[in-house]
């Protein structure tokens, strides 16, 4: 084998993905919640069962999304939290808007008083 050709290996290599890592352990651990919710669901009386709550500390939300609820948990700037649950599936997303109002608050600080 030559240089050339060691070098591209390398190359490749460091380019392409590798198994395991922590992506590896994020997706087993989200695999590993959404079942735990799904078992929890399904283990409540049929007419008991919400397809929204907690695993332990993490939240998880089944139901089919609505502009209400994606409003309330991504675009909330008068929002009080940075995170919300997600709109659906497990886990905790951005809330957008409240990001935005920080930086225009944060911007709108510093701009000097024009007299």
Same mark, same amino acid.
């Given at each position: 084998? #030559?240089?050339?050709?060691? *070098?591209?290996?390398?190359?490749?290599?460091?380019?392409?993905?590798?198994? *395991? *890592? %922590?992506?590896?352990?994020?997706? &087993?651990?989200?695999?590993?919640?959404?079942?735990?919710?799904?078992?929890?669901? &399904?283990?409540?009386?049929?007419?008991?069962?919400?397809?929204?709550?907690?695993?332990?500390?993490?939240?998880?939300?089944?139901?089919?999304?609505?502009?209400?609820?994606?409003?309330?948990?991504?675009?909330?700037?008068?929002?009080?939290? %940075?995170? #919300?649950?997600?709109?659906? *599936?497990?886990?905790?997303? &951005?809330?957008?808007?409240?990001?935005?109002? %920080?930086?225009?608050?944060?911007?709108?600080?510093?701009?000097?008083?024009?007299?």
């Amino acid at each position: 084998m #030559s240089g050339k050709q060691g *070098g591209r290996e390398h190359a490749a290599h460091k380019g392409g993905k590798r198994k *395991g *890592g %922590l992506g590896a352990l994020i997706r &087993l651990v989200t695999i590993g919640l959404v079942i735990a919710a799904v078992t929890k669901e &399904l283990q409540k009386d049929p007419d008991e069962r919400t397809w929204h709550g907690t695993v332990g500390f993490v939240p998880y939300e089944f139901r089919v999304p609505t502009v209400e609820r994606f409003r309330e948990r991504v675009w909330d700037p008068e929002g009080e939290h %940075l995170v #919300s649950p997600h709109v659906f *599936g497990v886990g905790w997303t &951005l809330n957008l808007g409240r990001v935005v109002a %920080l930086v225009r608050e944060r911007f709108a600080d510093e701009e000097p008083d024009v007299a």
